[in-house]
């Protein structure tokens, strides 16, 4: 078995810091190690190359996936550190983990019993629409695997809905010396902000129905952080130092669980005196709440699960508040699910992965790659 530890290494010292999130020569690594199989590059934009790997042909198709970009750090992180059983640097833990385990566990091989290709992409970190978003439309499989940091026991199972929004405040102008602060947009933007802030980690909903469908299949559910969460992300008001403010507007992303409905978020939100502008939504992706056939997303899990159990661990389903590549293969009607090598700090300045973690899911992958054959579509 090739060593992902050291793939990781090599990866790490590449740069993919995303802005500008060059993958070029990330992608021509990846071409040397698979330099036996055939490979096919897709490119959407100049040096946002996308690697495909065809391991082998056949019915049912699996791919394994995972993304070569990472968010902005110094230079220093681009250099790799191994202490205490874990590997620091940047893009250790997201993803290029995940990357150098999908290689360890698929160099060497051919001829396995079903279809296999694996999908190393460009631009997750700024929403994967070069990246896997544009290969899915051009490599189909029946079903994908995407290598995140969520550890080996823990398969990604529910992502969030996600409102970009503005709010507007309005407020009494005048002279400092003479007008009440509290009559600024400013004030009142503020005041709003510290209620929602607190009232959406509140949010809670009935998600029943998820739960008994997680413990029919011998998994349990977690909801990691919260089911709800409003952040004012950037916030832009006044026209002079000694001025109270008249206007102030606030940028907030907005995300919230599948079992959480828009109305009671628009009522979550709802002020008198706040105007509200919808810059973007995102629908929810996962089981029970989008286009991918129920019998389809319990079949492949069952098969994850197996897989992390052959590893002596109780797999569990997990609901995240952050949005990844999922949503570019379901809303194909495709299964899709995270699982990836666990590690800590992720987008940190002192980002790592485990060691053992990056061997463990590997062989996790190699026993998702041993069932797959048994995997079929409804």
């Not at 990357?99 to 360890?104: L, Q």
Request: with cysteine.
């Amino acid at each position: 078995m090739s060593d992902p530890a050291k793939i990781t290494a090599d990866l790490i010292k590449i740069d993919t810091r995303n802005p500008p999130g060059i993958t070029t020569e990330a992608v021509e690594y990846l071409q040397e190690l698979f330099s036996s199989y055939n490979t096919r590059i897709y490119r959407k934009e100049d040096g946002k190359e996308n690697l495909v790997v065809e391991i082998s042909e056949g019915e049912p198709t699996l791919m394994l996936t995972s993304h070569l970009d990472t968010v902005p750090s110094g230079d220093e992180l681009l250099n790799p550190v191994i202490v205490n059983g874990k590997l620091y640097g940047r893009g250790s833990c997201d993803a290029k983990g995940c990357v150098a385990a999908i290689c360890a566990a698929t160099l060497g091989f051919k001829d396995f019993e079903c279809g296999l290709k694996l999908a190393f992409t460009c631009d997750e970190e700024i929403g994967g629409i070069n990246g896997l978003g544009y290969v899915f439309e051009r490599e189909k499989a029946d079903a994908v695997l995407i290598g995140e940091p969520t550890g080996s026991a823990i398969i990604g199972a529910l992502q969030a809905a996600v409102l970009a929004i503005d709010l507007e405040f309005i407020g009494e102008a005048g002279h400092t010396a003479s007008q009440d602060s509290k009559e600024g947009a400013i004030y009142r933007a503020s005041g709003y902000i510290v209620e929602k802030v607190e009232s959406f980690k509140s949010l809670n909903g009935e998600f029943s129905r998820y739960k008994e469908f997680f413990d029919r299949l011998g998994m349990d559910f977690i909801i990691k952080s919260w089911h709800a969460v409003f952040n004012p992300s950037m916030i832009k008001g006044g026209i002079k130092r000694n001025v109270v403010a008249p206007r102030c507007t606030v940028g907030a992303d907005v995300r919230f669980a599948p079992w959480i409905s828009i109305e009671d978020v628009r009522r979550e939100l709802y002020d008198e005196n706040v105007e509200f502008r919808v810059e973007g939504f995102l629908q929810p992706y996962g089981v029970l709440c989008d286009n991918v056939g129920v019998e389809d997303d319990v079949a492949f899990l069952e098969i994850i699960a197996e897989a992390v159990r052959f590893q002596g661990l109780s797999p569990k389903a997990v609901f995240s508040l952050g949005v990844g590549d999922t949503r570019h293969v379901r809303k194909h009607g495709i299964p899709a699910f995270y699982l990836g090598p666990g590690g800590g700090n992720m987008h940190g300045d002192d980002e790592f992965v485990y060691i053992d973690e990056l061997e463990r899911v590997c062989n996790i992958y190699k026993k998702v790659i041993e069932l797959f054959p048994n995997f079929k579509r409804s």
